[in-house]
T-cell receptor, first 114, second 115 residues
Framework: KAGVTQTPRYLIKTRGQQVTLSCSPISGHRSVSWYQQTPGQGLQFLFEYFSETQRNKGNFPGRFSGRQFSNSRSEMNVSTLELGDSALYLC?????????????FGPGTRLTVT | KQEVTQIPAALSVPEGENLVLNCSFTDSAIYNLQWFRQDPGKGLTSLLLIQSSQREQTSGRLNASLDKSSGRSTLYIAASQPGDSATYLCAVRSRTQTGANNLFFGTGTRLTVIP
């Protein structure tokens, strides 16, 4: 089975712009979660989608949003980019939502905001 | 709020040594605990998952233990190799104050195995 894929792998944007990141989960997985990783804050949970519905959200401003499509692929959008949004954005998928499940991570998208 | 701590933050050992990485968490009401490995600039690779009802899991040279009551987990790596050099992250899945089910990460231990 192919693993979790994320596109693009690297991205450079300017302050004030917006960006969309994409994640394709492992085939058959219906839950997709997004995380932000920075040197200062470590790994922080952004949100989780299951069956096209946002089921869980971390403590991030409304500039961060996402969605999930019927094929379980997910996109994450950040509007009005700030320098502090520079980070590695990781996507993880798992087969179930409510049972104690294992998460599988993608390689991440490295976003640099200048 | 669940807080996960990993000690030490960095560790260097000569090749062949056995080593232990530590993880502690503040809220013992967890669903599971997962150990990950992260190579520089890369995503996370799942190493071991321990359900809340389990005490340990083993995979090859890796053994992870869980003591839920004391809020601790250890990752034991036997006969370390240079290829084991990476950052090791511990994460616990537990309920948030809003009742949601989240994965809380530690800040990691950066391991260097010296040939």
């Amino acid at each position: 089975k192919a693993g979790v894929t994320q596109t693009p792998r690297y991205l450079i944007k300017t302050r004030g712009q917006q960006v969309t990141l994409s994640c394709s989960p492992i085939s058959g997985h219906r839950s997709v979660s997004w995380y932000q990783q920075t040197p200062g804050q470590g790994l922080q949970f952004l949100f989780e989608y299951f069956s096209e519905t946002q089921r869980n959200k971390g403590n991030f401003p409304g500039r961060f949003s996402g969605r999930q499509f019927s094929n379980s692929r997910s996109e994450m959008n950040v509007s009005t980019l700030e320098l502090g949004d520079s980070a590695l954005y990781l996507c993880a998928s798992s087969p179930y939502r409510d049972s104690p499940y294992e998460q599988y991570f993608g390689p991440g998208t490295r976003l640099t905001v200048t | 709020k669940q807080e996960v701590t990993q000690i030490p933050a960095a560790l260097s050992v000569p090749e062949g040594e056995n080593l232990v990485l530590n993880c502690s968490f503040t809220d013992s009401a967890i669903y599971n605990l997962q150990w990950f490995r992260q190579d520089p600039g890369k995503g996370l690779t799942s190493l071991l998952l321990i359900q809340s009802s389990q005490r340990e899991q083993t995979s090859g040279r890796l053994n992870a233990s869980l003591d839920k009551s004391s809020g601790r987990s250890t990752l034991y790596i036997a006969a370390s190799q240079p290829g084991d050099s990476a950052t090791y992250l511990c994460a616990v899945r537990s309920r948030t104050q809003t009742g949601a089910n989240n994965l809380f990460f530690g800040t990691g231990t950066r391991l260097t195995v010296i040939p």
